[in-house]
C-alpha cells in the first residue's frame, strides 16, 4: 500500500479546485468527457466514477452488483473526496512522472436503497483514452466479509483487553478522536481512582487530562508534554513525574498510525517510587563515598577495554596536574605512564583482567614533565550481559614513601659496604693475628719435644691454654662475621651421629674431670646412627654449648641428651639438650644472654673465659637450620638449653677418618725421600717450617715470594709444595697457576696454607690447580696427616715395615689380602670400577618405578662382586640383601643408597686411585 503525504506530491493542473465543494458534477460535463465516460460504462462493470486529468468527475449509479442499489448523492461524493482527495492526486501525479505501478483499494461506506450502508471497495485505474488520462474506480460490495472481519476484530480487542488489564503496568490507549478505547485497573490503582476502568471507555483524554493535573507535583508541566507528544508523534520513553503525594511515575508514550494515517495513542504508566528512591540513596551514597575517597587523597580513574579514559576525577587530575577533558578520550598509557613501564602497566592490566587483582608500583608522568610514584588497585567493570566494559583504577601517591626507599637502600648499601670493610678488617686482622699464633703453636710443639723439667712444663702448659683461648676468640669472631654476612652454608653428608656426640664429649672429659664435674651422654639407643646433615656445624653447636655450661658450673654434673621426637622412613627429627648445674640466671635475662658480647651482671663477679660470643653463635647457627634454641633455668640451680633439628637418614657406611690418623708420640720423623717446596713470605712461620722439616730429615727449599718460587722450580724437582696464599707480587693462587701452565710434563701436589677461611675457599684453591688446602694455624700431627694423605710413609720409608697403601675408609684387610702388594694390577681395578661400576650404579639408581624389578636385580648382579674388589664390603652386602629380598622396589633401594653416599664413595674412590698413582 503507499503512503503519500501532501507535502511529498506533485500534483495534476486541477489542483486550484476543490471536487468535494462542488454542489452538482453532472453541470460541469463536457461532452468530449460524457462519450469517454459512455465508453467506461459500457464496457467496465460496476464502475463507480471517472476522473479527468482537468477536474471533471463523474458518478455512476447504474449496474453495480451490490445486494441493495447504491445512493450515490452528494454526501458521499462529498465524503470520497473529504477523504481521498490527496490519494486521488497522487495518483495523477504518478501519471506525469510516468510511474508504472498498481494502485491499493479504498474502503468506503456507502448507503444503499434501504437506508444502511455498504461497505465497498473502490479499486483505481489509470487509461488514457483519446490520448488523455483518465482515472476510473470500480467498486465492490464487500459488506459481508467486512462484518466478519470486524467479529474477528472485536475477538482481538477482547484479548488485547483481557492482557491489558492483567499488566501492573497501567495503560491507557486512545483513538484518533482522543477518546478512551481501552485502560486497566492498574492505571486506576497507580492514582488511587476507584473506578472501573469500563467506566473510562469513551471519555475525552484531554479533559481527563485537565481533570488530573492536579494529582501532578507539576501540574501544567504534566499537560504540556502530553500535547508535545500527540502533536508530535514522537516515541517517548521513561519521562518522570512526581505526584503531590510523594509518588514517582515513569510514563512511555507510543503513536500507532493506521492505513489512514490516523493516530492512536498508548500511554503507559509505571509506579517506580521504591526504585526511584533506592537510586536516589545509591547516588546519595555515591556522592558521600566520592567525598571520602577525595578526602582520603585517593585518584580515580576509569578506561575502557582500550585503555581509553572515559572518567578521571577531581584528586587525580590533582595529582597529575592535568583538568579532566585534557585526559577524557586520551588512552592512559599514553599520557600517564613512562615509555620504559608502558610493558609493566600492560602486563598488570592484563593480570587484573584474568583475575589477579594485586596492586602495584609504578612511575606516573605529571603535565609538567615530572614523576611520582604511586600504588595502582584496579577492579574490572562489567555490565549486565556480565561482560568486560573497562577498569577502574585507584592511584595512590606514595612519592615520599618511595624517596624514603631511596634513601633507605643508599643507606643499606652504604652499611653493607660498612659491614663489607669490617669483614675485610676482621679477616685481615685475624690472619695477622693468626701468623703469630701459629708460630707460638708449633713452636710450643717443637719444646714439648725437648728435655723440659717440672716447673717448665707448667709455664708450657699456661702458654699452651692462653695460646688456645686466643685461637678460638679469633676463631669465634671469623664465624660470627661470616654467619652475619651469609657465607655460611650447610652441607649434606652422610655421618656417624654417635661417634660424632662422642668425639665431641671426649674433648671436654679432661678439663672436666679436673673440676670433678661429670659429663654424663644419655643417647636414645633406638636412633639411626647415619643421618645426612653438617656435622661440622652441629658440632660447633654442641661445643659451644658445652664451653658455655663448662664456665659456669664448677661443681655437679652435665648432661647431653641426644633423643628422637619422631620419624619416618625418609628422615628423623632429633631432638638436643645441654643441662648443668651451674650457677643460673633469672629468665628475663633469656633474651639478652644472646646478645653479641654480653654476658649478665650476675655473672660479673664469676670468672670465667670468652667475650660473649658463643651463645651468639649457637642461636645464629640453629636459625640457619630453621630452628630455634629453647632455655630453661633457675638461679643458683642451673641451665638447659635445648633444640630440634630434622636429617634425613643416611647409608651405614663407615664415616671419613683422617688417613693414618697419629698421635703426637708418634709423628714420622723419616722423610728423607721426599722433596718439599715451602712458599712462605711470614718469618715466623718459615722458622716453624723449617724446624719440622729438619726435624723429620725432609729435603725442602723455602721461596719468600712467588717469583722466588717459580724461578726454584725450574731448577729443582719437588714432589709436594707448601703454599701460602697471601704473598707479596703474585699471590698463591697466581703461582700455583703458573706452576701448572710451565711445567706441565711434571708430577706434584700443591697444599694451600691459608689463615683467612673464606666460603667455597676450598673450590677456589682446586679451581686454581692446588689439590688441598691447610688452616692456619696447624699443629704438627695435622700438617702430618696432611703429608701422609698424599703421600704415605711406605712410598719414601726404606724400612722392612708392611706398606699401608690402602685407606680406612675401605675394607684394608681385604684389599692387602687380595692384591699382595700388586698396586699395578690395583689401580687398574679401581680405574676401571670408577669409570664403569660406579656409573652403572648410578644409572640403577636413576631407574624409576615402570623399570622391571628382575632387569634391575640381574644389573646389579651383574656388578656386585666389583663393590668388594674396591672394598666397599658394607655397599657389597648392601646389594646383596636387595637381590635376595622379595616383595621389595626401586625406591627400598634409593633408602639404602642415596645421593649423598654416591658423591662420598666417588671421593674415596678417586683418593685411592691418587695414592695407587704415587706408588706405582
Not at 501492573?168 to 484518533?176: N, R, S
Not at 581509553?308 to 577524557?328: Q, S, V
Amino acid at each position: 500500500m503507499i503512503t503519500l503525504r501532501k507535502s511529498q506530491l506533485t500534483y495534476p493542473k486541477f489542483l486550484n479546485r476543490t471536487f468535494a465543494y462542488y454542489p452538482s458534477f453532472s453541470s460541469i460535463i463536457t461532452p468530449q468527457f460524457f462519450n469517454k465516460y459512455q465508453y467506461l460504462v459500457s464496457n467496465i462493470d460496476n464502475l463507480l466514477f471517472a476522473v479527468s486529468a482537468n477536474g471533471l468527475v463523474k458518478f455512476n449509479s447504474q449496474n453495480i452488483r451490490c445486494d441493495y442499489p447504491l445512493k450515490i448523492d452528494s454526501s458521499t461524493k462529498r465524503l470520497f473526496f473529504d477523504f481521498y482527495y490527496d490519494y486521488v492526486c497522487s495518483v495523477f501525479s504518478l501519471v506525469d512522472e510516468k510511474v508504472q505501478t498498481t494502485y491499493p483499494y479504498i474502503e468506503l461506506p456507502i448507503k444503499n436503497s434501504v437506508g444502511k450502508h455498504a461497505w465497498v471497495k473502490v479499486n483505481l485505474f489509470l487509461t488514457n483514452l483519446q490520448n488523455e488520462p483518465l482515472l476510473y474506480g470500480t467498486v465492490q460490495d464487500f459488506s459481508h466479509e467486512k462484518s466478519s472481519n470486524e467479529h474477528k476484530v472485536d475477538i482481538t480487542n477482547e484479548a488485547a483487553s483481557t492482557l491489558i488489564s492483567s499488566l501492573e503496568t497501567g495503560v491507557l490507549m486512545e483513538d484518533e478522536n482522543r477518546r478512551v478505547i481501552i485502560t486497566n485497573k492498574s492505571l486506576l490503582n497507580i492514582f488511587d481512582l476507584n473506578l472501573n476502568p469500563n467506566d473510562l471507555i469513551g471519555q475525552n483524554c484531554q479533559l481527563m487530562a485537565h481533570e488530573m493535573k492536579s494529582y501532578f507535583k507539576y501540574p501544567e508541566q504534566f499537560i504540556d508534554f502530553i500535547e508535545m507528544n500527540v502533536q508530535g508523534h514522537t516515541v517517548k520513553n521513561g519521562e518522570i513525574l512526581e505526584l503531590k503525594n510523594g509518588k514517582i511515575l515513569e510514563r512511555d508514550y507510543l503513536p500507532i498510525q493506521n492505513k489512514n494515517g490516523k493516530y492512536r495513542h498508548i500511554w503507559k504508566y509505571r509506579d517506580i517510587t521504591l526504585k526511584y528512591n533506592i537510586d536516589k540513596q545509591i547516588k546519595q551514597s555515591e556522592e558521600k563515598h566520592r567525598g571520602i575517597i577525595e578526602n582520603m587523597q585517593l585518584g580515580i580513574i576509569e578506561v575502557d577495554t582500550n585503555d581509553i579514559i572515559i572518567n578521571a576525577y577531581n584528586k587525580l587530575c590533582e595529582m597529575t596536574g592535568y583538568e579532566p577533558d585534557e585526559l577524557i578520550g586520551k588512552k592512559a598509557y599514553q599520557v600517564l605512564i613512562k615509555n620504559s613501564n608502558i610493558e609493566t602497566y600492560k602486563e598488570a592490566k592484563n593480570r587484573i583482567i584474568k583475575g589477579d587483582g594485586k596492586p602495584y608500583e609504578i612511575p606516573v608522568i605529571r603535565k609538567d614533565g615530572t614523576t611520582i610514584w604511586v600504588i595502582i588497585s584496579s577492579s574490572p567493570i562489567y555490565n549486565e550481559q556480565n561482560q568486560l566494559t573497562g577498569l577502574l583504577s585507584i592511584f595512590y601517591d606514595i612519592t615520599e614513601r618511595k624517596k624514603l626507599e631511596q634513601e633507605l637502600e643508599l643507606a643499606n648499601k652504604v652499611a653493607a659496604a660498612a659491614q663489607e670493610s669490617e669483614r675485610l678488617f676482621l679477616t685481615s686482622m685475624t690472619h695477622e693475628l693468626k701468623t703469630p699464633i701459629n708460630a707460638i703453636i708449633g713452636m710450643t710443639d717443637l719444646l714439648k719435644l725437648t728435655q723440659l723439667n717440672r716447673e717448665q712444663l707448667d709455664y708450657l702448659g699456661i702458654l699452651e691454654t692462653s695460646t688456645k683461648f686466643l685461637q678460638k676468640l679469633i676463631t669465634d669472631i671469623l664465624d660470627i662475621s661470616k654467619i652475619e654476612s651469609g657465607n655460611i652454608q650447610i652441607n649434606a653428608i652422610s655421618f656417624d651421629l654417635n661417634k660424632m656426640l662422642t668425639d665431641t664429649v671426649k674433648t671436654f672429659e679432661h678439663t672436666l674431670g679436673k673440676k670433678n664435674i661429670d659429663l654424663v651422654l644419655d643417647l636414645d639407643f633406638s636412633l639411626d646412627s647415619y643421618i645426612i646433615g653438617d656435622p661440622l656445624l652441629l658440632q660447633q653447636i654442641l661445643i659451644n654449648l658445652l664451653s658455655n655450661a663448662e664456665k659456669f658450673t664448677s661443681e655437679g654434673q652435665i648432661t647431653v641428651k641426644i633423643s628422637i621426637v619422631n620419624q619416618t622412613n625418609q628422615n628423623v627429627k632429633i631432638g638436643f639438650s645441654v643441662k648443668d648445674t651451674g650457677i643460673g640466671f633469672e629468665l628475663d635475662n633469656k633474651d639478652l644472654i644472646f646478645n653479641k658480647f654480653f654476658q649478665l651482671p650476675s655473672v660479673s663477679q664469676h670468672k670465667s673465659e670468652g667475650v660473649g660470643l658463643g651463645l651468639t653463635i649457637v642461636k645464629k647457627l640453629i636459625e640457619l637450620h630453621e630452628s630455634e634454641i629453647k632455655v630453661k633455668s633457675k638461679k643458683g640451680k642451673g641451665s638447659e638449653f635445648s633444640f630440634e633439628l630434622t636429617f634425613d637418614k643416611g647409608l651405614k657406611l663407615e664415616a671419613p677418618k683422617v688417613l693414618n690418623s697419629r698421635t703426637e708420640d708418634n709423628i714420622p720423623t723419616n722423610f728423607q725421600n721426599l722433596r718439599i717446596l715451602v712458599v712462605e713470605d711470614n718469618l715466623l712461620n718459615q722458622q716453624y717450617l723449617e724446624r719440622v722439616m729438619n726435624k723429620w730429615s725432609v729435603n725442602y727449599d723455602v721461596a719468600k715470594s712467588g717469583e722466588e718460587a717459580i724461578q726454584i722450580f725450574d731448577k729443582k724437582r719437588f714432589d709436594l709444595v707448601f703454599m701460602d696464599l697471601q704473598l707479596p707480587g703474585i699471590d698463591g693462587f697466581e703461582t700455583a697457576v703458573k706452576l701448572r701452565t710451565n711445567f706441565p710434563e711434571r708430577t706434584f701436589i700443591i697444599i694451600a696454607m691459608t689463615a683467612v677461611v673464606f666460603p667455597k675457599i676450598e673450590r677456589e684453591v682446586l679451581k686454581f690447580g692446588m689439590d688441598d688446602i691447610i688452616k692456619k694455624p696447624f699443629t704438627l700431627t695435622e700438617l702430618s696427616n696432611k703429608i701422609n694423605s698424599y703421600f704415605p710413609k711406605s712410598s719414601f720409608d726404606e724400612t722392612t715395615e708392611p706398606q699401608n697403601i690402602f685407606i680406612s675408609e675401605l675394607d684394608k684387610d681385604f684389599l692387602n689380602e687380595f692384591y699382595i702388594d700388586d698396586y699395578r694390577y690395583a689401580l687398574e681395578v679401581f680405574k676401571v670400577f670408577e669409570s664403569e661400576y660406579l656409573k652403572e650404579l648410578e644409572s640403577i639408581l636413576a631407574s624409576t618405578k615402570k623399570d622391571d624389578l628382575s632387569t634391575i636385580k640381574k644389573r646389579l648382579h651383574r656388578i656386585k662382586a666389583s663393590f668388594k674388589m674396591v672394598g666397599l664390603s658394607e655397599l657389597e652386602n648392601i646389594i646383596s640383601f636387595f637381590i635376595l629380598k622379595n616383595n621389595n622396589t626401586i625406591a627400598d633401594l634409593k633408602k639404602m643408597v642415596n645421593p649423598n653416599d654416591i658423591t662420598y664413595i666417588k671421593n674415596i674412590i678417586k683418593k685411592q686411585i691418587s695414592i695407587l698413582e704415587n706408588v706405582t
